[in-house]
């Protein structure tokens, strides 16, 4: 539990820039944007009144995180990890 703390506050400590704190911010603020709607939906649907977690993940989640792992997988290499030719 302690590793797993230390691991979140590592991530909290680092210096984002402005575009990154952009960025995060709307991720988490569609989040909660789309789980407001799905809870309002499921507030108005008259046969099941069950929070309907398949929509918010569909609809939510991977809409958020998708651009992260985008980044990830074509981000190029840093110059210093280079092999000298």
Known sequence: M???FE???DLF?????QK??????ASI????FIGYLTWINSLKDILNKGYKWDEWFWFGIIPAIA????YFIWKKKDQDTE???
């Open 7 to 9: 691991i979140l506050t």
């Open 20 to 25: 990154e704190k952009i960025c995060i911010s």
């Open 83 to 85: 092999i000298p030719k």
């Open 67 to 70: 651009p992260y792992i985008f």
């Open 29 to 32: 603020g569609w989040i909660l």
């Open 13 to 17: 400590k680092q210096d984002r820039t």
């Open 2 to 4: 302690k590793i797993k």
